[in-house]
């Protein structure tokens, strides 16, 4: 039973990085990422209980969800991204969109940063402040 188990694992592993263009280290990274985001964000919320997401700053299982379907939409956007390089013959849309993704969750997992009270260098501060006038967000005190 543990050999069906495994090998169908790796049939389902094999049929995802199929599906994604093949698997990469852009991939991963991004993955990596968006897991590091997630616990980021649930410890602001559940230990600092500063999480901007919520009313109270504390732990929301709606607020939870909400990011867990972000994340996945995300995802399916890569994936798009993906089958529009095949469609068009070109081999840069994925990593473009899996880079564009990749420093919207490095810019979160900074905030987090900031709101649990790391010290931040003032240029990354800056930057976040700047990205967030020019995409139409309030500039957030905590950060």
């Not at 607020?63 to 070109?90: M, P």
Request: hydrophobic residues 50%.
């Amino acid at each position: 039973m543990k050999h069906v188990i495994c090998a169908a694992m790796g049939a389902a592993g094999a049929g995802v990085a199929a599906v994604f263009g093949g698997w990469s280290s852009g991939l991963t990274t991004l993955l990596i990422f968006m897991a590091v985001d997630y616990a980021t964000g649930l410890t602001v919320a559940g230990v600092f209980h500063v999480s901007q997401k919520s009313a109270d700053g504390c732990l929301e299982s709606k607020a939870g969800w909400k990011g867990l379907i972000r994340k996945g939409v995300t995802l399916l956007i890569v994936l798009v991204a993906c089958r529009l390089d095949l469609l068009l013959g070109t081999d840069y849309i994925r990593d473009a969109a899996v880079i564009a993704f990749c420093t919207n969750e490095a810019l979160s997992i900074t905030e987090n940063a900031g709101l649990m009270g790391v010290p931040l260098p003032r240029v990354i501060v800056n930057a976040i402040a700047l990205l967030r006038k020019n995409s139409g967000e309030e500039e957030d005190s905590h950060a």
